[in-house]
């Protein structure tokens, strides 16, 4: 099996939509989409997420079915250095390593900071739980820290799905999937918009399966066709090349 997830094209969050640069990114991604071979597609319910699959969908003569927990994580925290509510992830060094709870993958949202809005848990486990809903219909069945291969299923563990969301509900779902606190991979790892993630399954053993990413963020799609990577969701200036 193949996951593919692709964050959102540039956003401007104040209409809740793309920009005319991530109209761009969009057109850009569904060039390099259009020959995929993909199983299944799925869509976050927020209109940037929906406007960028949109010309990928088109391009593949396909639809989505809309997730509704797959919307984006913006359950806000209090951030002590900035003096207000923002997202839970993006703090400074000085305070993301002065809790030692952010690195534990089974305990993370026991940060204190995290503590501060109590929905941080409760949605993280609804959305770890709905996703392994999704891949147990693909054949992949979460027993503990594992994913046991099932022998019968609904859909075919050959198959490619492509979800199209963002930044941290992706980031959340991978911690989950590789056993890393989502926090550390927030802090950590920046996704540019229209970034490509393909993580697929390795089944050796043919019992239990292991999910290894093979790209994070991949931007070659904007870089074919001479688009800059947009800085939206990071504080410095993209590499380019």
């Known amino acids: ?28 991604l569904a060039l390099r989409v259009k020959d995929w071979k993909v199983d299944d597609i799925y869509v976050s319910p927020l209109l940037r997420a929906k ?15 809309e997730l509704p927990w797959i919307t984006e ?8 250095i900035l003096g207000r509510d923002n997202v839970p992830w993006n703090f400074f060094p000085v305070h993301f390593f002065n809790e030692p709870e952010f690195f534990d ?7 204190p900071t995290l503590r501060t809005n109590p929905e941080v848990k409760s949605a993280a486990l609804e959305v770890f739980s709905q996703f392994d809903n999704l891949l147990k219909e ?19 563990k050959e198959s490619t799905i492509v979800i199209f969301c963002h930044l941290g509900v992706s980031l959340l779902v991978m911690g989950h999937l590789f056993g890393i606190s989502p926090s550390v991979l927030w802090q950590a790892i920046y996704l540019p918009p229209t970034g490509v993630t393909v ?3 390795e089944e050796r053993d043919g019992e239990i399966a292991q999910f290894r990413a093979q790209m994070i963020g991949d931007t070659s799609h904007l870089r074919a066709m001479e688009e800059p990577v947009s800085d939206s969701g990071v504080f410095y200036e993209p590499f380019q090349g």
């Not at 094209?9 to 809740?16: L, Q, T, V």
């Not at 949109?54 to 391009?59: S, Y």
């Not at 993958?105 to 940060?111: L, R, V």
Request: proline share 4%; hydrophobic share 30%.
């Open 1 to 28: 099996m193949k996951i593919i997830f692709i964050r959102h094209a540039e956003p401007s969050y104040e209409k809740g939509s793309i920009t005319e640069k991530g109209v761009k990114e969009a057109a850009c």
């Open 51 to 65: 406007q960028t699959a949109d010309p990928c969908l088109k391009a593949l003569g396909k639809e989505a079915v």
């Open 73 to 80: 994580f913006d359950h806000h925290v209090y951030n002590e």
């Open 105 to 111: 993958k089974d305990n993370w949202y026991d940060a």
């Open 138 to 156: 693909y054949g992949y069945e979460r027993d503990g820290n594992n994913y046991r291969i099932l022998k019968e299923s609904p859909k075919s």
């Open 199 to 201: 993580i697929g399954t």
